[in-house]
């Protein structure tokens, strides 16, 4: 698989909004709930300040659209720079420190399976020795999994947050410690690049919701009825990803397509599987899903084989993440498009670490590209490794 991944274009400013909702940070496990009444509402991404940047990148840190030329794999990218002496980090010597890696959520996943590899073989890669924790779903955990590998010596931590407002105990405690902290992914509500944290890094969430709202429009032809299965409550990638589609609807004015259900379904494959056996006995006519993950969108379809409705030629299914499983579907017919969202931060991600504290300084915020599957390109997606 690629290490381009994560650093999302921001194909508008507005758009850009996604990667840092009032500073949040990638899939994930708050409480949920299976009332579809309390499915969350699109909110406004606020308005930009007079440089153009958006209020969500504002909050979190970045104050200027950066022009200078990006890194590969890399859309945008907001200053200030960060550097780690204004908040008293030492530089690193990375032949000898050792550096942690925190993974948020079970690696049942293929996008945390990917998001992990990527560390870990961008840190060898480099001969850097990389200590790693994995929360398992649990914010807690995460708290503790931070503050035990700064315990262990760690000099830095790249971590993904579990969710938008659980780890202010972990950076606290980082920031007493002089170390430096780098989220990627998602991210987190209150916490501003270069002040509380290290530079940010992440896709523009957005962004991913119009174009998956595009793709179910092309593939309806702006008339279904509808079902989205919502990712995890009180993540910032779900309230993102449902604002994005939900507006590029209305902005495309593609009122034939009526959304009559939505639900949490957790981000699982299971729990994708168990929301839309109860969506079809509610809406047995639904021609249309909208899964804010791919491993939703799987248990959706498996749900849609056992009733005897699966392919497209029955139900539309659009997804995002970029995963094997989902792109394969594609191939099968059973989906009808795939939006990525990028695990691989490794090489991104630690050569931001690296500017911040031995260089000239790291953007405060960084949007990373995602690539986007269709019949069109879905074959060779798999054969090239490009779907992980």
Request: aromatic fraction near 4%; charge should be negative; hydrophobic fraction near 40%.
């Amino acid at each position: 698989m690629k290490a381009r991944r994560r650093i999302a274009v921001a194909t508008s400013v507005v758009a850009t909004a996604a990667l840092l909702t009032a500073c949040s940070t990638g899939s994930n496990s708050d409480s949920t709930s299976d009332d579809s009444s309390a499915a969350p509402v699109a909110t406004a991404l606020g308005t930009a300040n007079a440089g153009g940047v958006p209020a969500a990148i504002t909050a979190a840190g970045g104050t200027e659209l950066l022009t200078t030329a990006k890194p590969e794999g890399v859309s945008a990218q907001y200053g200030p720079l960060c550097k780690g002496a204004d908040l008293g980090i030492a530089k690193i010597d990375f032949t000898k420190d050792t550096i942690g890696w925190a993974q948020s959520e079970k690696e049942a996943n293929p996008f945390r399976i990917a998001s992990t590899k990527s560390q870990i073989e961008a840190a060898k890669a480099k001969g850097w020795k990389l200590l790693t924790t994995n929360a398992q779903s649990n914010v807690q955990q995460e708290n503790s999994d931070i503050k035990g590998m700064i315990d262990k010596g760690a000099k830095a931590i790249i971590f993904s947050p579990i969710n938008s407002t659980g780890l202010g105990d972990a950076i606290a405690y980082a920031k007493t410690k002089k170390v430096a902290m780098i989220p990627v992914d998602r991210n987190i509500t209150g916490v501003q690049g270069c002040k509380d944290v290290g530079p940010q890094l992440g896709s523009d969430f957005v962004e991913q919701g119009r174009r998956a709202a595009d793709a179910m429009i092309k593939a309806t032809d702006g008339k279904a009825k509808l079902a989205i299965l919502l990712g995890a409550s009180g993540v910032n990638v779900t309230d993102d990803r449902t604002a994005g589609f939900l507006d590029q609807l209305k902005a495309k004015n593609a009122s034939g397509i009526e959304v009559v259900f939505q639900q949490t379904g957790d981000f699982t494959r299971e729990k994708g599987k168990s929301v839309t056996e109860t969506m079809l006995r509610a809406h047995p006519d639904v021609t249309a899903i909208y899964a804010e993950n791919d491993e939703m969108g799987l248990g959706a379809l498996a749900a849609l084989d056992d009733a005897g409705k699966s392919g497209i030629k029955n139900v539309h299914i659009v997804s995002i993440d970029g995963t094997k499983g989902a792109v394969q579907a594609i191939v099968d017919g059973n989906f009808d498009a795939v939006i990525e969202s990028n695990p691989a931060f490794g090489p991104a991600a630690q050569a931001a670490l690296e500017a911040y504290v031995n260089g000239d300084g790291a953007p405060a915020v960084t949007i990373t590209t995602d690539n986007q599957y269709d019949s069109s390109n879905a074959a060779e997606a798999l054969s090239s490794g490009k779907a992980y």
